[in-house]
């Protein structure tokens, strides 16, 4: 009976200790499992961040505070004006050019804001961001903002030697020749030409309350009018045709290059003429979307 009884009781711990060791190994395959599968999970998450040092593709939008979008990498937004008004400086280019932009994250090739915004965000994530201009274009140069007075003066007569009025003009000097103004396009009559004394009188010939265009012609410049005559004082008198709400929505061109209107103020009569790149100084609006992650 003694002999049983021990057999029993060596049978039962052994079935203790195997119940014990199953349930240990369970417990270590589960762990097992579930660090793989964190693993894993962390694995795939990074995989879809953007990082610097990595190179991606992006497309944007590409907008002022106003709404107007001055660029994009979508063909839909650059053809759609009623949709996505643009900026004076806009170009539209070739459709096949429309693709997102490619750039490695952190290198410097991309205004400093538009860098720091991506980072950290994953593939397909799409997110706006307002920059300031100190982390978009900078701030404006000050000696290209030339303020002018919106009542001006100017001569009614003019003097000239032969090889400048040729110049002025693109004709020689003959008495009594009519030629065009190539600023405000009015007419301009040679009063006299004195061949000796090499001197060309000539009389600018406008309408009075008429208007003219200037700094260019079609989309570009503005018009000017005519508010008065006087040959006594030698004075034409013009009104430059702008208000408030031509801030930042007039262009013209002057020397080649073109310049944007700021800054029109009727009360102190005045405007500003900016020969800035139309980005500096502006707070800039993107939507950003990540398309991939390409390394």
């Known amino acids: 009976m003694r002999s049983l009884r021990v057999s029993k009781d060596v049978t039962g711990a052994v079935n203790v200790l195997l119940i014990v060791l199953i349930a240990v190994l369970m417990v270590s395959a589960s762990t097992v499992v579930i660090l793989l599968y964190q693993g894993g999970q962390a694995e795939g998450t990074s995989s879809d961040v953007v990082l610097d040092g990595h190179t991606i593709r992006v497309d944007y939008i590409g907008k002022l505070l106003d709404g107007r979008v001055f660029d994009t990498s979508l063909h839909h937004v650059a053809s759609n004006d009623a949709e996505y008004p643009k900026t004076l400086s806009f170009t539209m280019r070739g459709n096949t050019s ?10 410097g090739s991309m205004i400093s804001g538009f860098d720091a915004a991506v980072v950290g965000m994953r593939v397909g994530e799409t997110k706006t961001v307002t920059l300031s201009p100190d982390e978009a274009y ?3 140069d000050p000696s290209k903002l030339l303020t002018f007075q ?3 003066s100017v001569p009614l007569l003019r003097t000239f030697t032969a090889s400048s009025f040729t110049a002025e003009y693109g004709a020689g000097a003959v008495s009594g020749l009519t030629v065009t103004d190539r600023f405000y396009g009015w007419d ?6 004195d061949e000796q004394a090499d001197r060309v009188t000539v009389k600018n010939v406008p309408t009075l309350n008429a208007l003219y265009r200037i700094y260019g012609s079609g989309g570009e410049g503005w018009g000017v009018k005519v508010t008065g005559m006087d040959s006594g004082s030698n004075v034409i008198t013009i009104q430059h045709q702008l208000d408030e709400g031509d801030s930042d929505m007039v262009m013209g061109t002057y020397g080649g290059s073109d310049f944007f209107v700021i800054d029109v103020d009727p009360d102190a009569g005045t405007a500003v003429r900016n020969h800035n790149t139309e980005l500096l100084g502006k707070t800039l609006v993107f939507t950003i979307t990540i398309v991939e992650i390409v390394d």
Not at 188 to 193: A, K, P, R
Request: glycine letters at 10%.
């Open 98 to 107: 429309y693709t997102p932009l490619s750039f490695k994250v952190g290198a």
């Open 138 to 140: 900078g701030d404006m």
């Open 150 to 152: 919106l009542t001006e």
């Open 188 to 193: 301009v009559t040679v009063l006299e030409y």
